[in-house]
């Protein structure tokens, strides 16, 4: 799996290699280096999980689409990574804006609209 995380790095760290010829600073490459193999532990273990649901029936490949899409656009964005959302959610009774992700408004009670629990795969 190539994450957008990874291509991050690299690109940073290629940037940093061209830019400074040999001198590339050891503690930003062994950072990179670090990072790359987090990542790649971490897509170890996604697959294992993904490829194990798969084996023994739990999920359906079509239905791990599916869930991939909601999942993708959680953060509005339908575009392969999930970003933390740093929006405020303005309360539509009392207009004040709460926390991002926040159920309900914390000044007034109301409940905050989760629009994306509609568009949630069966
Ligand atoms: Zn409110």
Redesign the pocket.
């Given at each position: 799996m190539y994450t957008a995380a990874a291509a991050a790095a690299y690109h940073a760290y290629d940037n940093i290699s061209r830019n400074a010829g040999s001198s590339v600073d050891t503690q930003t490459r062994s950072s990179v280096q670090e990072l790359n193999v987090r990542i790649e532990k971490q897509d170890l273990i996604i697959q294992t999980l993904l490829m194990l649901l798969l084996e023994k029936k739990v999920i359906h490949e079509d239905e791990f689409r599916d869930w991939l899409i909601y999942v993708d656009e959680l953060d509005g964005v339908r575009d392969g990574r999930v970003r933390a959302n740093k929006a405020p959610t303005a309360?539509?009774?009392?207009?004040?804006n709460?926390s991002p992700g926040a159920v309900k408004?914390?000044?007034?009670?109301?409940e905050l609209e989760q629009e994306f629990l509609s568009r949630r795969p069966q």
């Open positions: 309360c539509p009774k009392c207009s004040r709460n408004c914390q000044y007034c009670g109301e």
